[in-house]
C-alpha cells in the first residue's frame, strides 16, 4: 500500500510539474501583451469587449485605481447573482420549475461565488436552475478566479517595475486572463470530460425504476462545462451535492486525475510567470519548491493516516503489528472507486489549492488526516494555492522571510532588489493578521451561542472541528465542507458570507497597496550582504517561516480539535 500510495504521489507531482513551466511562460507572454499563438482568434473579441465596455487597456492605473475597479466589479457581480437567484422561477432554463433561492442563502451563495470560495450549504441538482448553475455560478467561476489572477499578476508588477506608480490595468487583466487562459483550458477539458462521460445537456430530469421498483430521479445538466472551470478555476461548487464524488462529476479514474491536475495546474504555473516577469527564473523555481515540499509532506500524512485507519476497529484477531490499525484503513466516506491515497491526495490539493471541490467526505477521516486539509487552509492556502490568491499569498510570506534574514545578518533586507522597509512590513503584517482574525472571532462566537452549537452533528472535539474548519475554510476562500456540520441557517449563511467576503477583499487592498509601494521603489545592487532568495537556504527558511507563524496562530485552536481528538483515540475514546 505504501509503494503505491508513493507511487501516484510522485507520478502526480512529476506531471503538475511538466505542466506549469510551459503554462507558466504562456501566462508570462499573455500579461505582458506579447504575442501568442491564440491572438488571432481572441484579439477581435478582446477589442470588441473593451470597445463596448468603454475601458483603454493602454491607461494604467495606480495600485489605488486598480484596487477600486475590482472591488466595484466584485460588487456588481455580487448583486447580479443575487437577484438572479431570487427571480429564478420567473427565468428560462428551469425545466424542473425550481422556486426563488431563500434570501440568506441566496446572500450566502452570492458571496461565496464573488469570492472563489463555492461554499454550497445547498444541494445544486434540487436548488438551482440550469441558468442560475450557467449564467450566474459558472459566470463567477470564470470571473472571480480571473479577479484573482489579474490581482497576482498586479503583484508581480510590483516586483518587476522600478520607480513606476503604476502598476497595471485591472480591466486588461481580467480579460485576459479569462479570454487567454481560463476559457481555452476549460474547453479542453469540458471536452475531455465529455467524452469520459460526464453529462452536457439540457434536457429535464431522468425519471426512473430501480431493481427494487422504487422511483428514483436522476439529475440531468450542462455538468462537465461547470466540472472544468471549478476545477481551473479552484473554484469547488459542484453541480450536484455530492461534488467530485459524484459519478456524474467524476465517472472514472482518468476524469478523477485530469480533475487533480486542473486544480493545481495553474497556480502552480504562476510561480513560472513570477520568475519570467521579475527576469529571473530562479526565483519562481524557489516559490515552486517551497509549495511542493509542503504539499508532499501533507500528502503523505493524510495519505498515512488513512491508511493507519482507527486502532479501535483493528480487526479481531490480527497479529500484534496489524492490531495497530484499522484492516484494509480508513474506507468511510471514501470513493470505492478511487480508494485512500486518490481520497487522501485529493483532499490535500483541494485544500492547497483554494478550491472546494471534494470527492470524500472530510468529516469521515482520522483526526490527523482531517487536520491536514485543514492546516493547508490556515496555512493560508498558499501551497499552490487558488489561481493568483496562491501566488501573491506565498510572495508576502516571502517579503516577511527576508525581513526575518535581514535582521539574521544584520543589514536592510531586501527582495529581488528591492528594500523591504517599515511601510511595506506593516502591509504585510496587516494581510497576515487579517486572515486569523475573520477566523478565530466568529468561530469563537458560534461555540458559545445556541444558533452556533445547533450546526454541529458530534460532540466534543470533532464538533469543535466541524465549526472551526467552516470558518477556516470561508476565510481561506476554499469552499470546502468538513462535513456534520448544519450551515443551512440564517446564523451560518450570515456570519460565513461575511466572512468569506473579508477572507476575499480585506486581503487582496493590502497585498496591492503592497505592489504599489514596490513598484514605486528603485533597486539596490547586490552586495555581499545580500541574502540569495533563489537557493535551497530561502527555500527552507520561508518554509519555517510558513510553519511557525501558522503554529503561532492556529496552534491553540488545533489542539482543542483534530489533536485533542487524535489522543483520545489513541486512548479508545471517539467522538
Known sequence: MLLNALIQIGLFTLIVTAISVPLGLYMARVFAGEPTFADPLLKPLERLIYSLAGVHPESEQTWVEYAIAMLLFSAVGMLVLYAMQRLQGWLPLNPQSLGAVAPDLAFNTAASFTTNTNWQAYAGETTMSYFTQMAGLAFHNFVSAAAGIAVAIAVIRGFARRGMKTIGNFWFDLVRATLWVLLPLSAILALVLIGQGVPQNFSPYTQVKTVEGAAQVIAQGPVASQEAIKELGTNGGGFFNANSAHPYEN????????????????????????????????????????????????????????????????????????????????ME???????????????????????????????????????????????????????????????????????????????????????????????????????????????????????????????????????????????????????????????????????????RFLMKVPVLALAGSLAAKRTVPVSAGTFPTNGAVFVILLIGVILIVAALTFFPADALGPIVEHLAMVHGRLY
Open 251 to 330: 465517472p472514472t479514474p482518468l476524469a478523477n486525475l485530469l480533475e487533480m491536475i486542473a486544480i493545481l495546474a495553474i497556480g502552480a504555473a504562476l510561480t513560472h510567470t513570477f520568475g519570467q516577469m521579475v527576469g529571473d527564473r530562479r526565483q519562481g523555481w524557489a516559490l515552486y519548491g517551497a509549495m511542493v515540499i509542503l504539499f508532499l509532506a501533507g500528502a503523505a500524512i493524510t495519505t498515512w493516516s488513512e491508511q493507519r485507519g482507527n486502532p479501535m476497529l483493528a480487526a479481531a484477531g490480527a497479529s500484534e503489528q496489524a492490531s495497530a490499525m484499522q484492516s484494509g484503513g480508513n
Open 333 to 503: 466516506g471514501k470513493e470505492v472507486r478511487f480508494g485512500i491515497v486518490d481520497s487522501a491526495l485529493w483532499d490535500t490539493i483541494t485544500t492547497d489549492a483554494s478550491c472546494g471541490a471534494v470527492n470524500a467526505m472530510i468529516d469521515s477521516f482520522t483526526p490527523l488526516g482531517g487536520m491536514i486539509p485543514l492546516l493547508n487552509i490556515q496555512i493560508g492556502e498558499i501551497i499552490f494555492g487558488g489561481v493568483g490568491s496562491g501566488l501573491y499569498g506565498m510572495l508576502v510570506m516571502a517579503v516577511l522571510a527576508v525581513f526575518i534574514a535581514g535582521l539574521m545578518v544584520g543589514r536592510t533586507p531586501e527582495y529581488l532588489g528591492k528594500k523591504i522597509e517599515g511601510r511595506e512590513m506593516k502591509l504585510a503584517m496587516l494581510f497576515i493578521l487579517i486572515f486569523p482574525t475573520v477566523i478565530l472571532l466568529p468561530a469563537a462566537i458560534a461555540l458559545v451561542t445556541s444558533a452556533g452549537l445547533a450546526g454541529i452533528s458530534n460532540p466534543g472535539p470533532h464538533g469543535f472541528t466541524q465549526i472551526l474548519y467552516a470558518y477556516t475554510e470561508a476565510a481561506g476562500n476554499n469552499g470546502s465542507a468538513f462535513g456534520g456540520l448544519n450551515a443551512n441557517t440564517s446564523f451560518y449563511n450570515v456570519t460565513l458570507a461575511a466572512v468569506m467576503l473579508c477572507g
